[in-house]
């Protein structure tokens, strides 16, 4: 029997405590979910670009940037994470978060029916490596994705598959983010900028 966790559904409750105002700030995301939290940082920012968030333009280059760093961190073990002021310093509206925060609840509702602790050892070293190297590409060809209508949030999707995996120890569903985050680069150059 699978060990059912609520670890998603808890990220958006830490992350919809944190809003107040009309806008928050990338830094008080991190100050909410904390500074050591790399899967939940890297969740919820992949997230925002599927939400309806994502029609802030800009949105999808911001999230693969902040993406790109977090996963170098990953990389080489970096225990705390660091952004850029120019990336904690940008502000995204309150109420679009809070709208894309209401969408995102029922598929998570639906996904943490069934994920659990399996095959823990593929959410360690040397085995992250490998869909964190994908990772890394897709993010570099994510600004250029915002050209091509929801290309952003298909990427940002199978990121957020990788970091639900990561976060809540199912090595089963990062196993099979590694099909998405291989395979979403390359199709949606062919449909985008194919011959």
Not at 29 to 53: K, Q, T
Not at 157 to 176: E, H, K, P, S, Y
Request: with cysteine.
């Amino acid at each position: 029997m699978v060990e059912r966790t609520r670890a998603l559904s808890d990220v958006l409750d830490e992350l919809e405590d944190a809003i107040q105002g009309e806008e928050i700030a990338v830094q008080e995301i991190v100050d909410r979910l904390g500074e050591r939290s790399f899967a939940s940082l890297m969740l919820v920012f992949s997230l925002i670009a599927v939400s309806p968030a994502s029609a802030i333009p800009g949105i999808t280059a911001t999230v693969a940037v902040i993406v790109f760093i977090l996963t170098v961190q990953m990389i080489f073990g970096r225990k705390s994470v660091w952004l850029p002021g120019l990336i904690t310093r940008r502000r995204v509206s309150s109420g679009m978060l809070c709208k894309g925060i209401s969408w995102l609840r029922k598929p998570l509702h639906v996904i943490e029916r069934y994920i659990g602790k399996r095959l823990t050892f593929l959410v360690h070293r040397p085995w992250l490596f490998l869909p964190l190297g994908c990772i890394l590409v897709l993010t570099l060809a994510m600004p250029f994705m915002e050209l091509i209508p929801t290309s952003g949030s298909i990427a940002s999707a199978a990121i957020a598959l990788f970091a639900a995996g990561l976060l809540t120890r199912d090595g089963v569903l990062v196993l099979v983010s590694l099909i998405p985050l291989s395979a979403v680069p390359i199709l949606i150059w062919q449909v985008g900028f194919g011959a």
